[in-house]
Structure formats: structure tokens, C-alpha cells
């Protein structure tokens, strides 16, 4: 939990194809929901649950089902130094990817001329990788317009890569960011599909019993900050 936040606030992802499930489970444990517009929910106890779907709009009110297929079309964008993977999705399945290596140098401790010969190398290496995964990205897409974006890895790269002018359809769509991933690989890839598709909520429960401490819930995945 972060300094300054309530105590008991948990965060977490559940999966689109659960949530329903979860709503339902919400409810059994801590009373009949109010609802306000189907992302806040506010049980009999007290609990209060803010679900945050990868698109929201005022359509999800009526379904939370919805959530599950939506958006079909999904673009993956995973980049550090020394890898990336990327990839585009229809629903749940990987349609096209590409996955690779690309050398890049760590940094180094020494000075003077060979450190800005170092510098120099490194940066260029940086570069090569941004221009490879850039040019990755437009063959899987394929000339295909996805609906949303997930990305991931090393954030200035990320950002790198679709400031690419090719890539800038990319940009405008609705992204959800998972910064926390390991090096980009096949199975990585399939993960970010997994958590970029999944609804994330805040909870802040009375748990039953009489006791205060919350606990968590099958199928829930810690979201990390």
C-alpha cells in the first residue's frame, strides 16, 4: 500500500471472462451492491469495489459481460534492452508476433573519453533496437487497425518506438500499461494479453465475521504499482 492511501485498500486484476463471477461473489460475501455505473459498487456492509474495464464506456452499465470480448483487436508492445516481443490479438488469441534479441550495453562506471565512447556505442545500440522493433510492430499489424494498445518493458523505449510516425495510429488508442513485466518473451507476450484484457479493481472491504482485515480471492491477481 502507498503512503497516503486507506488502510485495507487492496489492488488487483481479474480476469474479463471472470468478472461477472466476481461481481456475484462480491455480493455474496458483503450484501446486495449498489451500482453506479456499473464501476463503483458499494455493498450492504459498507465494502466498496471500483472496477476499471482495458475500455470503458456507458454500454458497460447494462454488461458487465461485455467486458470479456471487448476490445476484439489488440496490439502488444513489450520492449527493454536486450529484447522485445510484440504481437496482435483478436479476443484472446495471438493472431501475429514476433519475438527477438537485440544487444544492448549496461552502463558503466568509467570516465572521461571512454565513457563517451561508451555513451556513444550505447546509445546507437538503443537506437537500432528501437528502429528493429519498430519496423516488427508495423509488419505484425500488418496494415490492420487494432482497437487498444498494451505495452510494456523499459518506458523510454516504449515511448521511442511509437513515436515512430508509422506507429502513430497507435497512440490514440486506449492503452493499459504493464511496466512490471519480465523480458519480453513468447510466454510474456501471452501474459500481457492475458492481464491487459482484465478488468482492475480497487477494494476496500469488511471482510465477514466481525473481522476488518481483508483477504483476497481466488482468481485475483496482485496489481502491481
Known sequence: MAAGEPAGLRRFEVAAARVERWVAGFEERHGPARRSGALVLTAADGSVARLTPFVANDRYAVSLASWAAHPPSVALLLVRRGGYAVGLADRDALVAHKVGTRYVQSRTAAGGWS???????????????????????????????????????????????????????????????????????????????????????????????????????????????
Open 115 to 225: 565513457q563517451q565512447r561508451f555513451a556513444r556505442r550505447r546509445a546507437n545500440q538503443a537506437d537500432a533496437l528501437v528502429d528493429a522493433v519498430s519496423g516488427h510492430m508495423l509488419a505484425v499489424l500488418g496494415g490492420k487497425r487494432p482497437q487498444a494498445l498494451v505495452v510494456g518493458g523499459d518506458r523510454g523505449l516504449v515511448a521511442e518506438v511509437l513515436a515512430d510516425p508509422r506507429l502513430a495510429r497507435l497512440t490514440a488508442l486506449p492503452r493499459r500499461e504493464l511496466f512490471d513485466l519480465r523480458d519480453p518473451r513468447r510466454s510474456v507476450l501471452a501474459d500481457a494479453l492475458v492481464r491487459g484484457r482484465s478488468v482492475r479493481v480497487e477494494l476496500r472491504e469488511t471482510a465477514p465475521h466481525g473481522t476488518s482485515e481483508p483477504y483476497p480471492w481466488p482468481g485475483e491477481r496482485p496489481q502491481p504499482r
